[in-house]
């Protein structure tokens, strides 16, 4: 029986983007259903109806919900190129960065750092830098987060190769120097130059407008209160 | 060579909570340490110095920290006996679905519960039930989330059934009508000797919470 493997997502969801690399990365192929979220379809309140959100991998009817859940059953059923490392103790020290990049860095940098502005920000930034000095020590003496090549964490943390550029552009501040996180900036560069990574990111000027507008609404919100 | 395992936690903790279920349903012989967390000690500090807290387990000197990760970490090892998480790939993500989601939510619920008063505290109370009942869905008939055995999903609920007993009191409201499966569940659960050892004592629990509703200055 022919594998039936679809994909619900937006154009911009880093989330879901995650699971377009690990699907490349296995070699296994799928269709791809764009959402708009503003009119969710009957599909992705059927297939994900505790949160309602994308990305949603649906495997011969079956469906999967949550980014990090996906990467894990992704790795578990197509098992060439393997995203996890075989040790139990390496793979919970991968689970943890990954966790780590979700609830800390992604937290801090998007709703402490480009949401925000004047003293909130500072304070956020305070944090967000420490958070990213954590993934600064991690990359010591390695090329990737998973070591000589592209594994979990790094298909975790990759929306930083991206989005901080377009953070630091919109919200008109540097997030990530060079000089004070030099592995980190290396690994974003040669993370975002990667053959399958390159050739997904969402289109930056679209992405600068969408963001630009979120930025704006979220600032305005703030003022009204 | 004998395993060398340490837990560093924090008896009312519902993550610790966690770790000692998956410890004790895998028959492992460990050393439980309380923490004071007011207080945190050199130990904790050096296992686990990006978030400094607990739990935390330290399998022959190398640490795991986040309670999830730690039960993972425990099925994975000790893989022969009792496994909590099933063989089959979507059986397993729907277990983490759902690990993710107790996380996610009742945790969040729960400390709003006891934290608010009057209308939003209603509201709050609204929303917990239908948490609860979602799970409950997700429940069905089965004797536990596992299905026939005892799982992750289950580990992961457990210890927020022994606070439940505590924001019922707190937020005067009661799940047994609403959710009686979960509830001839979580007396199922109790059963098993390796929930009712890792769990605190009601009383113990409510006096605890009292306590920490004063660190709080919530009347």
Redesign the interface.
């Known amino acids: 029986m022919a594998e039936e493997l679809k994909l619900f997502r937006t154009w911009s969801s880093v989330f879901a983007l995650r699971i377009v690399w690990a699907l490349k990365i296995k070699g296994v192929e799928y269709e791809t259903i764009f959402e708009d979220l503003s009119n969710k379809s009957p599909s992705l309140l059927q297939y994900n109806p ?1 949160h309602k959100k994308v990305p949603v991998l649906v ?1 011969n009817g ?1 469906p ?3 980014s990090l ?2 990467l ?2 992704i790795d ?2 197509w098992r060439e190129t393997p995203l996890l490392p075989e040790d ?2 390496e ?2 020290m991968a ?2 960065w990954a ?2 990049g979700d609830d800390k860095v992604l937290t801090s940098i998007v709703w402490g750092v480009f949401f925000k502005e004047g003293k909130e920000q500072e304070e956020a930034m305070l944090e967000a830098m420490e958070h990213l000095q ?1 993934l600064e020590d991690e990359l010591k003496g390695k090329r990737f987060f998973g070591g000589e090549r592209i594994g979990f964490v790094d298909l975790a943390l990759g929306w930083l190769a991206n989005m901080i550029s377009i953070f630091e552009e919109v919200a008109g501040l540097k997030m990530v120097d060079e000089d004070k996180f030099p592995l980190l900036a290396a690994w974003m560069q040669e993370f975002a130059d990667s053959p399958i990574i390159k050739d997904n990111w969402p289109p930056r000027d679209k992405m600068i407008a969408k963001f630009q507008a979120l930025r704006d609404a979220k600032l305005a919100a703030a003022a009204s209160k | 060579m004998a395993d060398e395992i340490i837990l560093l936690d924090f008896w009312p903790s519902m993550f610790g909570m966690k770790v000692r279920i998956a410890l004790a349903e895998k028959g492992l012989k460990y050393e439980y340490r309380d923490e004071d967390l007011f207080n945190k000690g050199p130990l904790l500090l050096e296992m686990n110095p990006i978030h400094k807290k607990i739990p935390v387990l330290i399998h022959n000197g190398k640490p795991i920290c986040e309670s999830q990760i730690i039960v993972q970490y425990i099925d994975e090892v000790w893989k022969d006996k009792s496994p909590l998480l099933p063989s089959d790939p979507y059986h397993r993500a729907q277990a983490r679905f759902w690990a993710d989601y107790i996380d996610k939510k009742l945790h969040l619920l729960g400390a709003r519960l006891w934290r608010t008063k009057g209308e939003e505290q209603e509201a709050n109370k609204k929303e917990y039930i239908e948490c609860l009942k979602l799970l409950e869905g997700e429940l069905g008939d089965k004797p536990y989330f596992g299905g026939e055995n005892f799982g992750f999903v289950d580990v992961n609920l457990m210890p927020y059934f022994s606070w439940l007993y505590v924001f019922e009191i707190a937020a005067n409201f009661s799940i047994e009508a609403e959710c009686p499966k979960l509830i001839t569940w979580a007396k199922r659960c109790m059963e098993k000797e390796s929930v009712s050892t890792s769990l605190p004592d009601h009383q113990k629990l409510y006096d605890f919470f009292l306590q920490l509703k004063k660190w709080h200055g919530i009347e």
């Open positions: 505790v495997h079956k999967i919900a949550e859940v996906i894990e059953y578990e059923t139990p103790y793979r919970a689970r943890f966790k780590f954590f």
